[in-house]
């Protein structure tokens, strides 16, 4: 039977994102912005910590690692706290969390204390981007999920463009406390719209909180990645601060999985993982995070300490992966919507290879255009990767799954980041290490006095051996980006067979 034209029309005008989406929208842009800001921000400040607190790199480097430890966290509790208190009220919530930690954070003493509010800053953080999915999710409806993502990707690309420039801009002009400053003036906006936009919190009845899994999954998951992260610092993984807490941690985590399996409502619900659909975007999003992510600490640590630039002009340098993102992402979405994410990832996966396999070939001195359009082709593939990833995963969930589903994608995300993170941080300092002059000569960008005692021909050799450090430590990344390929082969290639009936399990969900 052929459907009525007007009948068509109005179909075309339900399938569109309205004005009500995009105000709310707005709003979870505007959290998520900060919370991703924070993360970029604060990489190219921490020479600066370093310098003002006088400590080492790798204990500076900690005010990065304590914010992603507290987001890990406070993650596993965002979906059942979602489902008791309502998501309104826990998004306000966590945005007060997030500012009175940013401004405990500009007042730090010194770098324990900075540490330590960057944790409490991190309480709020973690719960932002779960809780945002899950209110555009609902919101918009299954059916509109690829095109709401592309919207929430939006800060994905910001961070990692507006960051590294604002914090750079921040410190040269001001001062170092400023790059956390500026989230009070933001987080009472985005508090204020949230108390007017949101719908009013009607929270259903929910399950007893699962206690023990709670003293499993946050502890175990904190201790494991707290383990990982020491590696950079400890150099060797055979260290006592390495393995300790992550063989405690990565036990909790075991005892967990099958806590979790036996109980009706746990913390985490791992039986989602039986939905084919979120099981290989789960296996995608975990290689993809460890490469993207990893990969990400490289190109600014190049251009400052290989090629001497400041923050700011690292952070212009790189601008352009985000803005080839900036340009797919969109597009992606529409396309997710119609013909499913499969395809659209793996084009995505395979045109970020190629932009990552010619980073694996610079030098001390690349051309920057190239460095740059090298990028650019990167942001073009990203821009069809991550996004959809997460389409792919909560496209398909059924009643009462959305905000459990966006919590286990978020930890997968963050959890794989760092360890990608840290095993990329590993390799390089290895390298580095292992080339005659490559340190000393990174070292002559903050103090002439290394190249004077250098000499011309051996500060050439060594910005030579550490360009080459970074180049190899790019092909790591480069092959865990190609195996990615092998689990996004296996996502949808259609959109969901019956999205009407899925509409409807989400708008039940809340």
Known sequence: MTTPPDTKAADSADDKLDARVFKIAGVVVLGAIMSILDVTVVTVAIPKFQAEFETTTAIAAWSMTGYTLALATVIPLTGWAADRFGTKRLYMAALVFFVLGSVLCSQAWNINSLIAFRVVQGLGGGMLMPLGMTIMTHAAGPTRIGRVMAVLGVPMLLGPIAGPILGGWLIDSYSWPWIFLINLPIGIIALILAWVVFDRDNPQPSESFDFVGMLLASPGLAAFLFGVSSIPGEGTVASAKVLIPAIAGLALLVAFVFHALRTEHPLLDLRLLQNKSLRYAVLTMTLFAAAFFGSGLLLPSYLQQVRGESTLVAGLLIAPQGLGAMLTMP??????????????????????????????????????????????????????????????????????????????????????????????????????NHREFAQAAIGSHYDPRIAQQLGPDNLNAGLDQAASAFAHTFIVALVLLAITLIPAYFLPRTKPKNPEAAAEAVIAAH
């Open 331 to 432: 597009i992606a979405g529409r396309l997710v919507d119609k013909i499913g994410p499969g395809k659209i990832v793996l084009t995505g996966i395979s045109v970020m290879v190629v932009g990552m396999a010619f980073l694996t070939q610079v030098t001390a001195s690349t051309p920057y255009p190239l460095l740059c359009a090298a990028l650019f082709v990167m942001g073009l593939g990203m821009g069809c990767t991550m996004m959809p990833t997460m389409t792919a995963a909560i496209q398909t969930l059924t009643h009462g799954q959305v905000a459990r589903g966006s919590t286990l994608m978020n930890i997968v995300n963050q959890t794989a980041g760092s360890i990608g993170v840290a095993t990329i941080s590993v390799v390089l300092t290895t390298l580095l």
